[in-house]
T-cell receptor, first 114, second 116 residues
């Protein structure tokens, strides 16, 4: 089945530690996105990528890093510089252009600082 | 700056009731608007997409309308069921130039509970 796979579903991070969230899609989409969702808030864009080997910062990129070495993969690293990383992280993908194209989401990853 | 607002934040209705969820946006220059459903601890599932040139879209018991000039969209759910209980989010897609990029702005959602 086509879709977006995020792993792990639950992740615990110790203070000062970097962690990486995986996102893989088999929809052949050009664009991929990472969002952060906090309780009672909307989705906030961390990073996005429209083509391989290129990505741009979103609204809250500080303390995060990404790479886009393959079309189907867009991993997110939460670095120790991110002071409040506990949140629900969502990966998404879409066809780059076209007003009729939908954005698709993975099932999300919960990150907790311990 | 584009802002998307959804009111109310939460809503409880008895089963069988028809209901309307509201979404408003501040800038009418949108590419499209989507409605999503999110179950607790899950990702978002697209329900309906309305292109900027369209006025409404329908899927089963759901009907979404778009009025760009007033900056409003509504999601109408007919004959609500307990299985409709979830958070409903709307999002507008913007086109930015130099370079040409696309950006989604999400509302904070309406948490719906349908009581049996």
């Amino acid at each position: 089945d086509g879709g977006i796979t995020q792993s792990p579903k639950y992740l615990f991070r110790k203070e000062g530690q970097n962690v990486t969230l995986s996102c893989e899609q088999n929809l052949n989409h050009d664009a991929m996105y990472w969002y952060r969702q906090d309780p009672g808030q909307g989705l906030r864009l961390i990073y996005y990528s429209q083509i391989v080997n290129d990505f741009q910062k979103g609204d809250i990129a500080e303390g995060y890093s990404v790479s886009r070495e393959k079309k189907e993969s867009f991993p997110l690293t939460v670095t120790s510089a991110q002071k409040n990383p506990t949140a629900f992280y969502l990966c998404a993908s879409s066809i780059f252009s076209g007003a009729g194209n939908t954005i698709y989401f993975g099932e999300g990853s919960w990150l907790t600082v311990v | 700056k584009q802002e998307v607002t959804q009111i109310p934040a939460a809503l409880s209705v008895p089963e069988g009731e028809n209901l309307v969820l509201n979404c408003s946006f501040t800038d009418s220059a949108i590419y499209n608007l989507q409605w999503f459903r999110q179950d607790p601890g899950k990702g978002l599932t697209s329900l309906l997409l309305i292109q900027s040139s369209q006025r409404e879209q329908t899927s089963g018991r759901l009907n979404a309308s778009l009025d760009k000039s007033s900056g409003r969209s509504t999601l109408y759910i007919a004959a609500s069921q307990p299985g409709d209980s979830a958070t409903y989010l709307c999002a507008v897609r913007l086109v930015l130039s130099n370079p040409r990029t696309y950006k989604y702005i999400f509302g904070t959602g309406t948490r719906l509970k349908v009581l049996a």
